[in-house]
Nanobody, 120 residues
C-alpha cells in the first residue's frame, strides 16, 4: 500500500505562483510514477504532470508547459508542483497520484485533493 498526503493549494491572483506538495509513505519501493491531476467543475479529471520514480523523466500537459514544473525529493519521498504564471483556467481540485506495482498489477493511489483557485 502507498499513502499520499497533499499540502499547498489556495487562492492566487492571475499571474501568481503556488506550490503543491505530496508526501508518499508505505511501500515506496513499489512506486513507478507519481504525478498531479486536476478536475475542474463539470470536467473530467486530466493529467497535469507526471514524474518517473526511477529516472525523474517528466511529462506535462500542453496547457501547462513552460509554466508548471514537477520535481521530486527522494530523501523525503515527496513530489512538488511549482505553478507559475497561473491563469483562471488553472482553477480546479488538484490530486496527487502514485502508480505502484504490487500483487501482480499496477494500482493507482490518489491523494485527498486540494483546491486551487485563480481569481482576482
Amino acid at each position: 500500500q502507498v499513502h499520499l498526503v497533499e499540502s499547498g493549494g489556495g487562492l492566487v491572483q492571475p499571474g501568481g505562483s503556488l506550490r503543491l506538495s505530496c508526501a508518499a509513505s508505505g511501500n515506496i519501493f513499489s512506486i513507478r510514477t507519481m504525478g498531479w491531476y486536476r478536475q475542474a467543475p463539470g470536467k473530467e479529471r486530466e493529467a497535469v504532470a507526471t514524474i518517473s520514480w526511477s529516472d525523474a523523466d517528466t511529462t506535462y500537459a500542453d496547457s501547462v508547459k513552460g509554466r508548471f514544473t514537477i520535481s521530486r525529493d527522494n530523501a523525503k519521498n515527496t513530489i512538488y508542483l511549482q505553478m507559475n504564471s497561473m491563469k483562471p483556467e488553472d482553477t480546479a481540485v488538484y490530486y496527487c497520484n502514485a502508480r505502484w506495482y504490487g500483487f501482480g498489477r499496477m494500482t493507482d493511489q490518489w491523494g485527498q485533493g486540494t483546491q486551487v483557485t485563480v481569481s482576482s
